[in-house]
T-cell receptor, first 113, second 114 residues
């Protein structure tokens, strides 16, 4: 899928523990995104990056932080996981400005017990 | 902010028939409208997109129409095949530099019955 790898693919964790999800791309695209997908809500933007060390918040950023120290890697961290963060997380990349023509990874299923 | 409504939430068609999925949006500043297809266990995949300066766009069996005055756009799939079965999402956004918020509809589960 356009050279995007998400890891892990599945994770089960306990409330209050920190969790980091990784997105790795081999396309050298400038723009990277983290979305979450929940039944009844579709896809919602958490954070995005428009370059190395350039990140900003999306519509559902509370409880999440991100980092991008290299073009190819975009990390999503849940500092203290809560049950409401149980979701499927998708990373997306694009070479175009803004949000056009996104390529999505295969997702990470996260369960917070 | 933008609000995108998508209908229907589920759709079943016989193989060979056409399928139509409709979306409405609220923000008149939106001018980029993509459609994504998501197969089970996979990430969404862009299948077609349209900008507001175009009223219709076709790609083989798939077409999208846009009515900016009424703020709605539709996905049309003709001669449906079993491999078209998936969840389809519409989305809307302002396009161009500095526009990162893509608002998605809640999805339509399309089932094509052989």
């Amino acid at each position: 899928d356009a050279g995007i790898t998400q890891s892990p693919r599945h994770k089960v964790t306990e409330t209050g523990t920190p969790v980091t999800l990784r997105c790795h791309q081999t396309e050298n695209h400038r723009y990277m995104y983290w979305y979450r997908q929940d039944p009844g809500h579709g896809l919602r933007l958490i954070h995005y990056s428009y370059g190395v060390k350039d990140t900003d918040k999306g519509e559902v950023s509370d409880g999440y932080s991100v980092s991008r120290s290299k073009t190819e890697d975009f990390l999503l961290t849940l500092e203290s996981a809560t049950s409401s963060q149980t979701s499927v997380y998708f990373c997306a990349i694009s070479e175009f400005r803004g949000n056009e023509k996104l390529f999505f990874g295969s997702g990470t299923q996260l369960s917070v017990l | 902010g933008e609000n995108v409504e998508q209908h229907p939430s589920t759709l079943s068609v016989q193989e060979g028939d056409s399928a139509v999925i409709k979306c409405t949006y609220s923000d008149s500043a939106s001018n980029y409208f993509p459609w994504y297809k998501q197969e089970l266990g996979k990430g969404p995949q862009l299948i077609i997109d349209i900008r507001s300066n175009v009223g219709e766009k076709k790609d083989q069996r798939i077409a999208v129409t846009l009515n900016k005055t009424a703020k709605h756009f539709s996905l049309h799939i003709t001669e449906t095949q079993p491999e078209d079965s998936a969840v389809y999402f519409c989305a809307a956004s302002p396009s161009g530099a500095g526009s990162y918020q893509l608002t998605f509809g809640k999805g339509t589960k399309l089932s094509v019955i052989p």
